[in-house]
C-alpha cells in the first residue's frame, strides 16, 4: 500500500508557474476598449475666437534679436556700416564706438554670432582691420561673411 501513495504523491507535483492567459485576455479587452473609445474622446468643439490687438511682447523681441546675427559691412569706399543702422555710415574715426559697442553686444550674450563683411572691391586692409580688432578686445565669435561662387556647383 505504500507503493500505491507514493505514486499518486508523485503525481500531484505542484506547478509553480503563473497563468497568463488571463492576463493576456483582459488586455486584449481593455485595448480594444481604448481603440473604439478614443475616437470619441478626441471630437472637439469647434469655437471661434474673438480677436484682440497685437501686444508686442517684449520677451519674444528680445529673443529674435538675439537669433538674428550682427553683421558689419566694410563698404567699396572702406567705411563701415552695421546691420542694426544699415544708413549710418561710419568712418576710422568712429571705429573705436563701433569696437565697443560689439564688445558690449558680445559680453551680454556671448553665444551671438558677429560678422563682417567685405564688398569685393573694398580694401582688403580694412576687412582684416576690423577682424583684428575685435579678435583682440575679447569677442570670440567673430567670422567672415562670402558668397559661394555659382559656377562650382
Same mark, same amino acid.
Given at each position: 500500500?505504500?507503493? !500505491?501513495?507514493?505514486?499518486?504523491?508523485?503525481?500531484?507535483?505542484?506547478?509553480? =508557474?503563473?497563468?497568463?492567459?488571463?492576463?493576456?485576455?483582459?488586455?486584449?479587452?481593455?485595448?480594444?476598449?481604448? *481603440?473604439?473609445?478614443? @475616437?470619441?474622446?478626441?471630437?472637439?468643439?469647434?469655437?471661434?475666437? @474673438? /480677436?484682440? #490687438? /497685437?501686444?508686442?511682447?517684449?520677451?519674444?523681441?528680445?529673443?529674435?534679436?538675439?537669433?538674428?546675427?550682427? $553683421?558689419?559691412?566694410?563698404?567699396?569706399? !572702406? *567705411?563701415?556700416?552695421?546691420? =542694426?543702422? #544699415?544708413?549710418?555710415?561710419?568712418?576710422?574715426?568712429?571705429?573705436?564706438?563701433?569696437?565697443?559697442?560689439? *564688445?558690449?553686444?558680445? /559680453?551680454?550674450?556671448?553665444?551671438? *554670432?558677429?560678422?563682417?563683411?567685405?564688398?569685393?572691391?573694398?580694401?582688403?586692409?580694412?576687412?582684416?582691420?576690423?577682424? $583684428?580688432?575685435?579678435?583682440?578686445?575679447? $569677442? =570670440?565669435?567673430?567670422?567672415?561673411?562670402?558668397?559661394?561662387? =555659382? !559656377?562650382?556647383?
Amino acid at each position: 500500500m505504500q507503493t !500505491g501513495f507514493r505514486r499518486q504523491r508523485q503525481k500531484r507535483r505542484l506547478i509553480a =508557474e503563473i497563468n497568463v492567459v488571463p492576463y493576456v485576455d483582459v488586455t486584449l479587452v481593455l485595448l480594444i476598449i481604448f *481603440m473604439v473609445t478614443a @475616437p470619441i474622446v478626441q471630437q472637439a468643439v469647434t469655437v471661434e475666437l @474673438p /480677436q484682440t #490687438p /497685437q501686444i508686442v511682447d517684449q520677451k519674444q523681441q528680445a529673443s529674435e534679436d538675439e537669433t538674428r546675427p550682427f $553683421v558689419i559691412t566694410v563698404t567699396k569706399e !572702406g *567705411m563701415y556700416k552695421t546691420s =542694426e543702422q #544699415p544708413n549710418i555710415i561710419l568712418s576710422n574715426k568712429d571705429l573705436e564706438s563701433l569696437v565697443a559697442e560689439v *564688445m558690449a553686444r558680445s /559680453q551680454l550674450n556671448p553665444n551671438k *554670432m558677429i560678422y563682417i563683411q567685405g564688398d569685393r572691391a573694398a580694401p582688403y586692409g580694412k576687412v582684416v582691420h576690423i577682424f $583684428v580688432l575685435l579678435k583682440s578686445n575679447g $569677442v =570670440e565669435q567673430v567670422a567672415l561673411l562670402t558668397k559661394p561662387e =555659382e !559656377g562650382t556647383r
